[in-house]
């Protein structure tokens, strides 16, 4: 919230009677919404209604990002855009209908996409960020970055007829990773443009994400954080899942994602059962060591960071953090047998997963990482 909290005036007061008459929000709730900042990612058929209620119930900033124009196929289920709008940019175009709608919210036009190099910029400056894309990129990008910058991140997909919204990254609740810790495999879920969608539906999803955003910022009800909502529009059925933090979720569990990665490679990866014969091993510590043992010529790869290899390591392991990879593993020979770790075996799978594609042809995880090392083989290495 903006530090100097913003009275309302009496034009405002008039336009919002009805809501400041709710007795669970009154004055201060309005004024609360005034003074608060929400940042729509997407104008498209999630963010259309979504951005519709939030500026019609007077939140008092919003972003809108996009880097698309409005094309004659969306206006079905985008309401922010009209027949004269197309070629348009979106964000020009939702900009004057939010203006004409409720000229007391103050509109920032955020144009081109939003990036693993601009993210964290681009979402600093809001309370709050609602992911209204359609594409796992942006989606596992959002995530990771409001888990990062600890922002509550309002979701919601539509697919054909049906779909789902939750709010993540909130402080104890689950995030997007958590629920669906890879991405589905290429071509393996259509966008609404290749599969179609009915129009209504985004338009339930949006305002069921407009609703929490309210609901959030007023700290009213009961919110979505930590239970996923599926909508059935065919079946008209509206059922809530209970979801939970995964401890070993990269992004809110272990915090190892340290940093934005490259969201369309991440994407780009085969999901790891359908990736067929070009897909790392796995190894256990005790095997490993037996192999060493007996003198087998193995590059072992630290993919940790500096200050877990001071704790300690496999003695002849060779360090390469996680941010360095693949380029790093460019002086190995592709032939050579690789085994990667780190410290529970995560960051490792990425990165044996990673040399796999770059044509290393035998590589293979340490199960457990270095603390199961430790357990197994060698005690002398410190736990942490
Ligand atoms: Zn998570």
């Known amino acids: 919230m903006d530090s100097r909290r913003r009275p309302l005036d009496s034009e405002e007061l008039a336009r919002y009677s009805r809501q400041i008459r709710l007795p669970s929000l009154g004055l201060a709730g309005q004024e609360t919404l005034k003074n608060s900042s929400v940042l729509i990612v997407g104008a498209g058929g999630l963010g259309s209604p979504a951005a519709i209620y ?36 979106k964000v020009d175009s939702a900009r004057a209908r939010i203006e004409a709608l409720n000229p007391f919210v103050r509109v920032d036009a955020i144009r081109g996409r939003v990036t693993s190099g601009n993210a964290l910029a681009v979402i600093e ?12 990129a942006t989606r596992y990008l959002l995530n990771d970055a409001c888990v990062l910058a600890a922002k509550p991140l309002v979701y919601g997909s539509v697919d054909r007829f049906e779909g789902q919204a939750s709010v993540f990254a909130t ?15 290429p071509g393996a879920v259509q966008s609404c443009a290749d599969a179609g969608v009915l ?8 305002t069921i994400q407009a609703t929490e955003a309210l609901k959030w910022l007023l700290g009213l009800g009961e919110s979505l954080a930590g239970r996923l909502l ?4 065919l079946g008209v059925r509206f059922r809530t899942i209970e979801v939970e933090r995964d401890p070993n979720c990269p992004a809110c ?22 990736a067929g014969p070009a897909i790392a091993g796995t190894i256990s510590p005790r095997e490993l060591s037996s192999l060493l043992n007996n003198g087998e010529a193995i590059t072992i790869i630290d993919v940790r960071e500096p ?78």
């Not at 972003?63 to 027949?83: E, F, K, M, S, W």
């Not at 599926?230 to 529009?233: A, C, E, I, P, R």
């Not at 496999?314 to 460019?330: E, V």
Request: proline share 7%.
């Open 253 to 274: 569990g272990t915090r190892e994602i340290r940093a934005l990665i490259d969201y369309d490679e991440f994407c780009a990866r085969p999901a790891y059962a359908a």
């Open 199 to 206: 129009g209504v539906l985004p338009g339930l999803i949006g």
């Open 54 to 89: 939030l500026a019609s119930a007077g939140v008092g900033r919003i972003g809108i990002a996009d880097d698309d124009r409005v094309d004659v196929t969306n206006l079905h289920r985008q309401p922010l855009h009209d027949t004269s709008d197309v070629g348009l940019e």
């Open 171 to 185: 402080k104890d609740g689950p995030c997007y990773r958590c629920l669906f810790p890879t991405p589905p495999a």
């Open 307 to 384: 200050y877990e290899w001071n704790i300690g390591r496999i003695p002849t392991a060779r360090l390469m953090p996680l941010g360095s990879m693949p380029d790093a593993a460019a002086a190995i020979d592709r032939n050579s047998d690789i085994v990667v770790y780190c410290h529970h075996g995560v960051r490792s799978d990425l990165a044996a997963q990673d040399l796999v594609e770059i044509g290393f042809r035998h590589v293979r995880n340490l199960i457990g990482g270095i603390d199961r090392w430790s357990r197994e083989v060698d005690p002398r290495v410190p736990r942490y």
């Open 230 to 233: 599926l909508v059935d529009t």
């Open 125 to 136: 400056s809001y309370d709050l960020v609602i992911d209204a894309t359609d594409n796992f």
